[in-house]
């Protein structure tokens, strides 16, 4: 059984494990740093609750395997709070985007993806920008509510850091 | 509620509080079961039948048990020598854990493979050989009772045909008669496919048991946890698993709507394998084993009649229905259900007579059916109608608000008889047809969807005006495998004014933790945010029938206001003692009592909270606390009127809903944000059913699909952006006037959209188009194809 | 659901990466994005038991227009391609393949030389470049190269006229003349899902006469099919509504479609013809400078 050493930089952490070279990163993120904000709904890389950022892109952990993140960047969920909760986050509490809660660490993974390239996004921008993450309790509507609470957030703090 | 009583700050009835559970969901720290690990934990992993009827020849687990980080294979002859091999459904029929001669469906459990992690079961269960041999297979449930169709369950005595019963309610002579008798009967058959909950964490669990005091302690995804003590206690209490050595707890379930509330084999075998290893075992199942082996929802043909004058005066209802359970009967109705709430099938209207009977059939199909986010076999009964009523409606050619409007039952007609034997509680269904109307502006689209019928556009308006029931129920007739269906709460106000509440039931994502905080806030005037909710433990909460059916506010919503007018009847009697007065001459307001006429003379909650724990009258007992098992008195009704708009691509048969419009009516409403938020979801879980998802088998058994590559769950993209209002006339019988409202969109979400596409092509002569609406159906029925 | 073993392989040069290939024969597998091959796996539906990480290579990952030809790395990801000002601009046709594949989420790992050697016939870019008559560069052991003309490159299901020991390297296409036009419309019952079917369109102008076109289909056929019928019925003439509705009917009659959970054969022959006239109406529109 093959193995290999390998190093994640997780949410500023470096993480570094001997593992299967078949190990999922999903199961790396989960099992072997016990960072368990990113799910596993689907295995078939459609519901898209296992999202993380991978450099900075929002991809799918159930369909990376975790020697093909040695040496990069990961955030997840858990390293999405600085000293304050991160705009997502604050909009999805404010604007009760969330129900059962476990697509949404995926949801707000792809989002940030989204308005890191896309600031201000429409709804229809919005409803595309999520469309790999299924969720099945919201019906979507405030999610869609909770990532434009959270552009509006974010352009104010930044036009009021401009001044 | 038109006003508020408290504040926003107590966030009592009425407020859209922000909830309390968010802060550990957005941060990412839920705790799932996949989250739970223990010391020394292993994996199991299920082997599966590819076919769906077989004998099983035999078993060979040696390459299996030689591989690196297996531990053991479980097999049904394993189960056997403990007598665990079958267990009851929820239905007090049987079902296998594992398999000891022959499978009934493709996916059932054929062995468990347990292993030091999920990689060595995974490749475990692949080295697992089982020989089969084919046996025929009944699929078409019209040929399940055939002469000749082999015997599915010829393991239970007596059973000599794959027929399991027989349920009807109402008066058939008198319903014939009113058919007889009426100028218009209109008839179709109309087919619910098998669909499946699809929660986006499927189901597992982790079963640790302490070899040295017998005590079993399973964390598991249901949304039912003393009800599957009990189900564990009775299975497994010949072999020492009595109900005091067993603690389940529910933690954070990541969606149930219905799927969460049996016991699968997987949940059996997992606890049989940790007290055989004696290690605590965790078990997740997959979304392929998820959407194949777990339990279906509806799988329902119904053959409906309607009879009707030409002046569109609705008279009688006859349907008849044959349900396809599957290889047993493992639903979640009540038991004096079988059919569930089926017979609410004559909805919002004053029939005269109805008669409804069904019969179910065993098939070579995974067993069940549970809901999909519906009080039992509601969605049915609201489809079977309001297709119905449309179809009466293009049959005389009056317009479907119209005749709607002519035959609701008015709202001085409550409490409402119905011919098969509901009373429904309260209800003003003209109200919320009309406000539904008007928000859309339905003469307009009637208007537009004229002129766009003359330049050939395909435009489509459709109505359903849906009655539901909830909030099982009365313990006169309701229970499960015996366990009458009250809901508890337990309430202890701690000195310094906070408080604790326990339930029996369990959140799956209703927000539990923040509605049945602001009852108590309603009813005491203590700030919601000083309740803490727990649920799910069966160790600390009381004994409930779980959460589902919509039941939670309708009973154990109850149960917490009942309990807390125990604790406020003990805290007048402090607050008279503290203000040194008679309770006759004190008032509450929220929050505190005071002396009557002396507004300056009186008690916070907080403080007579602290006087029970240190000053408390003497001959009273100490402390501050209450626990109420609530048997409701009746169910309720919630209803509510929805409108579609659909825009149909004739040269694809693409269908967009272009507009939607949810009129709902729940009652009073304890949080409007969280109704909405379960209001948009439960929309969402109708369009799904209504134009994407569908379980169906070929020929031999098999699973057509079974991943979400064609099991279509829809995204935020093909969701349209849902309209909602409200009206509200609240349950005369509940505490807090309160009806429940999770599922109501579900029910009544498919059958507007589906009166919308067949409205868009009426002018063609389409009838009927049974769900999902695919856009093949419609095309073929532009273009006049036969259904291939 | 769980991969079976191998060793993972992450050469550093597309030489060692080939090199790799040839020695470890037919059990090694490329894995690019992996948004095909690794769905595939976890359903035991392959079991290679070498994998090969193409996705460092950064020299795969590039988009430019050379010798006359459009240039795409064979590790540019979709999402790269949707989002490239180049690619709006000259070349929406690409934009329109590109935007609807699977989802957001795999389309920033999924790469447009995967989504062409994996050779599905459900997958979307085979036809568009069938339209856009691309050029398929291959590169093989002891520095060997090849370019394969795409009507060469898709044999059958899953079957690609590319050998165990050759990694698809890069995409050409020739750059549009000045009266060019292309787009793909593609059916799916939801984001995510492959194609019901699906056609891609090029049409080429001189004097408001069609000079050549390019018509694809995607998921009706064994391999994405060529409506060859129908590109013919086009040139020569202005491409008017009437020679669009023939050349459509064509295209349906040329689709080799088999009823599946997504439609059945009638239904897929009828969704072309329709597909397909749009997606005409659409190149023309764009190729004669409306929309």
Not at chain 2, 379 to 394: G, L, N, P, Q, S
Request: proline share 5%; charged share 25%.
């Amino acid at each position: 059984m093959a193995k290999k050493s390998i190093t994640i930089n997780i949410n500023g952490t470096p993480r570094s494990g001997e593992v299967e070279d078949r190990l999922l990163l999903v199961h790396f993120i989960r099992d072997d740093c016990a960072l368990t904000g990113t799910h596993i709904g689907c295995d078939s890389t459609h519901c898209g609750a296992c999202t993380v950022l991978l450099d900075g892109t929002a991809v799918k952990s159930c369909t990376v395997l975790a020697v093909q993140a040695d040496g990069r960047e990961v955030s997840t969920i858990e390293g999405m709070e600085g000293a304050a909760l991160h705009p997502l986050q604050e909009g999805f509490f404010e604007e009760h985007g969330l129900q059962c809660g476990f697509c949404t660490p995926g949801m707000i993974m792809s989002a940030k993806h989204l308005l890191d390239n896309n600031p201000k996004p429409n709804e229809e921008e919005i409803r595309c920008g999520i469309s790999g993450n299924l969720c099945r309790c919201t019906g979507y509507q405030n999610i869609v509510k909770s990532v434009q609470y959270a552009s509006n957030k974010i352009q104010e703090s930044e036009s009021v850091g401009g001044e | 509620m038109s006003k508020c009583k408290t504040s926003s700050e107590v966030g009592g009835m009425g407020h859209s509080v922000k909830r309390k559970e968010d802060a550990r969901f957005i941060r990412g720290q839920g705790n799932y079961v996949d989250d739970v690990v223990r010391p020394g934990m292993v994996f199991m992993d299920i082997v599966r039948s590819p076919y769906a009827h077989a004998k099983i020849k035999s078993i060979n687990t040696e390459k299996a048990l030689a591989h690196p980080g297996v531990a053991a294979v479980i097999t049904g002859e394993t189960l056997k020598e403990y007598n665990l091999h079958m267990m009851p459904t929820l239905m007090s029929d049987t079902q296998m854990v594992l398999p000891i001669d022959k499978v009934c469906y493709q996916s059932q459990e054929v062995a468990a493979v347990i292993g030091t992690d999920r990689y060595a079961v995974a490749d475990g269960i692949e080295l697992v050989e089982v020989e089969y041999e084919p046996l025929p297979v009944v699929v078409d449930p019209f040929k399940a009772t055939d002469p000749d169709a082999p015997i599915i369950r010829d393991d239970k005595e007596g059973q000599e045909s794959n027929h399991i019963w027989h349920w009807e309610e109402g008066d058939k002579e008198a319903t014939a008669e009113i058919f007889n008798n009426s100028d218009v009967v209109v008839k179709e058959r109309i087919y619910i496919p098998r669909i499946h909950v699809a929660s986006i964490e499927t189901c597992g669990c982790v079963s640790e048991f302490d070899k040295a005091t017998g005590q079993l302690t399973v964390w598991m995804t249901t949304q039912a946890p003393h009800a599957i003590r009990t189900v564990l206690a009775l299975v497994a209490g010949h072999v020492g698993l009595q109900e005091d050595k067993i603690r389940v707890i529910s933690p954070d379930i990541g969606g149930g709507f219905g799927g969460k509330v049996p016991v699968y084999p997987g949940y059996v075998i997992a606890i049989a394998a940790s007290v055989v290893t004696g290690l605590p075992v965790k078990w997740i199942e997959d979304r392929r084993e998820n959407l194949q082996a777990d339990s279906f929802a509806r799988d329902y043909h119904m053959d409906c009649e309607i009879a009707a004058d030409k002046d569109g005066t609705l008279n009688g209802l006859r349907i008849k229905t044959l349900a396809d359970n599957g290889y047993a009967d493992a639903a979640a109705n009540p038991s004096k259900y079988p059919a569930g709430m089926f017979s609410i099938c004559t909805g919002s209207y004053d029939f005269k007579n109805a008669f409804v009977e069904v019969d179910g059939v065993y098939t070579n199909k995974p067993p069940g059916g549970v809901a999909y986010r519906c009080s039992f076999r509601v969605t049915e009964a609201v489809h079977a109608i309001e297709r119905m009523v449309d179809m009466v409606a293009d049959e005389i050619m009056m317009d479907a608000a119209e005749l709607r409007m002519k035959n609701f039952i008015p709202k001085d007609a409550f409490p409402y008889h119905s011919p098969t034997g509901w009373e429904y509680d309260s209800g003003d269904y003209h109200a919320a047809l009309q406000l539904a109307m008007d928000n859309i502006g339905y003469d307009k689209l009637l208007e537009e969807q004229k002129e766009k019928r003359e330049r050939g556009e395909f435009m489509g308006i459709g109505i359903c005006s849906f009655t539901e029931v909830v909030g099982a129920g009365p313990s006169k007739d309701f229970d499960i495998l015996g366990i009458k269906m009250f809901d508890s709460s337990e309430i202890r106000i701690h000195p310094t004014g906070k408080a604790i509440a326990r339930f029996g039931t369990k959140s799956q994502g209703q927000g539990h933790e923040t509605t049945y905080a602001q009852i108590i806030a309603e009813e005491l005037g203590i700030p919601y945010t000083d309740v803490s909710v727990e649920e799910g433990d069966t160790d600390t909460a009381p004994y409930g029938l779980g959460t589902y059916a919509s039941r939670s506010t309708p009973t154990a919503g109850a149960a917490a206001a009942m309990a807390c007018r125990k604790i406020k009847a003990k805290a007048k009697k402090i607050a008279a003692h503290l203000l040194e007065t008679s309770e006759e001459d004190l008032e509450w307001e929220v929050g505190k009592f005071s002396v009557k006429g002396v507004p300056d003379k009186a008690v916070t909650i907080q403080d007579i909270a602290f006087a029970a724990y240190t000053n408390h009258p003497q001959g009273l007992e100490a402390g501050l606390e209450a626990t109420h098992y609530y048997d409701p008195p009746n169910l309720t009704f919630p209803f509510g009127s929805y409108i579609a708009v659909v825009d149909i691509d004739s040269g694809t048969g693409e269908v967009k809903v272009r507009r939607f419009m949810a009129v709902d009516d729940c009652g009073n409403i304890i949080n409007p944000m969280i109704v909405e938020g379960q209001i948009h979801g439960g929309l969402t879980q109708g369009l799904a059913p209504a134009l994407f998802e569908e379980i169906s088998y070929d020929e031999e058994g098999n699973m057509t699909g079974g991943s979400f590559m064609e099991y279509l769950v829809p995204t935020a993209v093909e969701t349209p952006h849902w309209e909602t209002d409200k009206t509200i006339t609240p349950s005369p019988h509940h505490p807090i006037g309160a009806k429940g409202v999770g599922e109501s969109p579900t029910v009544g979400a498919p059958p507007a959209i589906v009166n919308a596409v067949v409205d868009a092509l009426s002018h063609l002569g389409v009838k009927h188009i049974d769900i999902p609406i695919t856009p093949e159906k419609v095309w073929r029925a532009i273009h006049k194809k036969e259904v291939a | 659901m769980i991969p079976g073993t191998f060793d993972y392989h992450s050469p550093d040069t597309l030489d060692e990466a080939i090199k790799l290939l040839n020695d470890l024969g037919e059990d090694a597998k490329v894995l690019a994005g992996g948004h095909s091959l690794l769905p595939m796996m976890k359903w035991r539906l392959a079991e290679p038991t070498h994998l090969v990480d193409i996705s460092r290579l950064s020299d795969l990952d590039y988009i430019k227009e050379e010798n006359g030809y459009l240039c795409l790395g064979a590790m540019v990801t979709e999402s790269a391609l949707e989002n490239s000002e180049l690619i709006a601009a000259k070349y929406p046709i690409l934009k329109d393949t590109s935007e609807v594949i699977a989802d957001p989420l795999v389309r920033n790992l999924a790469s447009v030389g995967g989504n062409i050697a994996h050779g599905d016939p459900a997958n979307d870019h085979p036809a568009t470049m069938l339209a856009l008559n691309a050029i398929v560069v291959v590169c093989g052991p002891n520095g060997s190269k090849r370019e394969i003309n795409i009507d060469d490159f898709f044999l059958g299901p899953l079957w690609t006229a590319l050998q165990d020991n050759e990694i698809l390297t890069e995409i050409k296409i020739p750059i549009p003349k000045q009266y060019s036009g292309g787009c793909y419309i593609k059916l799916e019952r939801k984001v995510g899902d492959y194609a019901i079917a699906a056609c891609a369109a090029t049409l080429d102008f001189e004097n408001g006469q069609c000079i050549s076109a390019g018509i694809g289909l995607t998921n009706v056929g064994p391999t994405p099919v060529r409506a060859s019928d129908s590109q013919n019925m086009l040139v020569g003439t202005d491409v008017s509504d009437e020679i669009i509705e023939k050349a459509s009917v064509l295209a349906s009659e040329t689709s080799q479609p088999v009823g599946d959970h997504r439609g059945s054969e009638e239904y897929k022959r009828g969704v072309v013809k329709t597909l397909t006239e749009r997606a005409i109406m659409k190149a023309k529109n764009r190729a004669l400078g409306g929309n």
